[in-house]
């Protein structure tokens, strides 16, 4: 019996929640959950570490890590072979974040 999966914290919910690649039919249509979405506004367009952001999204560093290397897979396969990537899904509960640029930070 697996262990049960422990909901990750987002500061909310993504204002974008599709893109597609430009030019030709796109091959895959790929799925980025919530928390992995998450993973990377905080890891690249933050520019926090792997444990700052493990700490805010209330996981462990490794747990992070996992997270980000999948989404980044998905991103990755996106922008190479063409698509469409949705985020939607996942196991998470919204807390705003008082640091946030959505709550006027200077960040």
Do not use: W
Not at 10 to 35: C, D, F, K, N, R
Not at 36 to 51: K, M, N, V, W
């Amino acid at each position: 019996m697996s262990r049960h999966k422990r909901k990750r914290r987002v500061a909310a919910l993504p204002q974008i929640t599709a893109l597609s690649t430009y030019g030709g039919s796109p091959i895959h249509h790929e799925s980025l959950t919530i928390e992995e979405y998450e993973a990377i506004r905080l890891i690249d367009y933050i520019g926090l570490t792997q444990s700052e952001a493990a700490e805010k999204m209330d996981v462990a560093r490794t747990t992070i890590q996992a997270i980000y290397c999948k989404a980044r897979f998905k991103i990755a396969r996106c922008m190479v072979e063409g698509g469409i990537m949705k985020v939607e899904g996942g196991e998470y509960y919204i807390q705003p974040d008082e640091q946030s640029p959505e709550h006027g930070s200077n960040i």
